[in-house]
Every structure is written in C-alpha cells, then in structure tokens.
C-alpha cells in the first residue's frame, strides 16, 4: 500500500518535529459524539484489547519522507512500550543506519544521539493528553481515547504483506496540530488490535510512516531500559 522510496540520507531526530508540533498545539482534546455503528464496533474492541495490553515489544522501521528535497530517511531498531502506574513508557532503540534512542516516561522526552554525545531534553507534562493521543497511537490506546482526540472514519479491511489489516483515518481535533500532522491511518491487527503500520500525514506532502513486526505482547520486560541514563552526554533543551 506505500510504496517507499530507497533512502538517500539520514535526517536529524524526526520525532523533534513532531513533539514541537504537539507542544505548539496544547494539550486541550475535544469531546465528540458517538460514532457510526460499523465503527463503533471497532472501538468497542480496542476497548476490550486495552485492559489487556500492559507491555509491547517489536521490531520497528521509522521512515521521514521530506517533500521539498524528495528524501527519504530511513531508520530501523527495537520498541519496547509499558503502561504503568505511573503512566505509560515508550522507547524507540533505532541501530541502523546510526544508533538514536527516543525515550518517553513521566511527562518527559528524550532523544539521545550517541555518536555526537548529545541528549534532547523535552518537558511535556503540561502535554501528557496531546502527547499520549499521537505517541502512542496504537498501542494498546482505548477506543474511547481515540475517540476523544480524533475524528475517525473506519476505512474498511485491507491486506498487507497477506494479512487482513483494519484501516481507520484520524483526523486531528485539535486545530493547531492539524497545521503540521493533517490526518493519520493506522493499519490494525484484528487478531491483537496492536496498530501494525501508522503513517502520519504532515504538512507540505511530509509523512512519517511507523511498521512494526514480530510483536510481542506483555513481554517481561527490565525496567531499565526506560531509565534516562546516557552518560557523558551533552543535555541541550529546545524551546519552542
């Protein structure tokens, strides 16, 4: 269903771009109204998924397509995801083509860039809501939440790789977001309700598509992992 083009360079962190868009926008997500009864059964079982999930591990490939420059940045490595107590906790370990960690816990954000020794560093916790909604779309996210935070539209069943897939279309409801991330499709496994592919559509003709694969779920996971330890690492803080 994408056809990706082969990979000329690799960009800065693309999920910097991504959070500024979120911080810019605010927290503050929308109530709807109930949606159509063919997509409501659809999130009815992302409901029933999401008390299951607790943790995800997988392997993922991140791609950043820049329109102006016709480039594609490919990046692939580990997620590892953990809904805890204390809220939940993401981390995107990419190897190749150049090792980057994105970190994600307790309303704070990091992406470490080992080769230059250097950590970005993002206070998000007046965010949590905006944040929560688009970085961990797919991730054992409720029906309900989704529901909250996007105009959705069910499109239907599609095969991928040979896999019956469930498409649905996210539109942001916040408006300042739709000015960078116009519309979001998330591809789900109606076997796990894990969204397999997600692919953001950005300003400018820009995409960020997210695949995931060999999936496990509620893995042990060590809690290390999500631990902000990069030593000898420059913090720098962007604001925006």
């Known amino acids: 269903m994408d ?8 960009q800065p962190p693309a999920w910097a771009g991504l959070i500024a868009a979120l911080l810019l926008a605010g927290g ?25 999930i607790h943790t995800i591990s997988a392997n993922a490939v991140s791609s950043q397509y820049t329109a102006v420059v016709d480039d594609l940045a490919v990046k692939s490595g580990r997620l590892d995801f953990e809904n ?10 990419f190897a190749k083509p150049a090792p980057e960690i994105f970190l994600y816990r307790g309303g704070m954000g990091w992406i470490y860039q080992p080769r230059i020794e250097q950590v970005q560093k993002y206070n998000l916790k007046k965010h949590k809501a905006a944040l929560r909604a688009f970085l961990l779309l797919g991730l054992g996210e409720s029906g309900s939440s989704l529901r909250r935070s996007f105009k959705l539209q069910d499109l239907g069943r ?22 960078s991330v116009d519309h979001i499709h998330l591809w789900f496994d109606p076997r796990t309700w894990i969204a397999v592919r997600q692919k953001y559509f950005q ?25 902000p330890h990069f030593p000898g690492a420059r913090v720098v803080s962007p604001h925006f």
């Open 3 to 10: 056809q990706l083009k082969q990979p000329h360079s690799v």
């Open 28 to 52: 503050s997500l929308a109530q709807t109204a109930p949606p159509r009864p063919g997509l409501a059964t659809v999130l009815a079982r992302l409901d029933r998924a999401a008390r299951r």
């Open 84 to 93: 805890t107590r204390h809220g939940p906790w993401l981390r995107l370990n």
């Open 158 to 179: 599609v095969t991928l790789g040979g896999q019956p897939r469930v498409e649905l279309n996210l539109i942001p409801r916040n408006v300042k977001v739709r000015g």
């Open 203 to 227: 300003s400018r003709g820009d995409y960020r598509l997210l695949r995931l694969s060999k999936i496990q779920i509620n893995p042990r996971l060590n809690g290390r992992i999500f631990q």
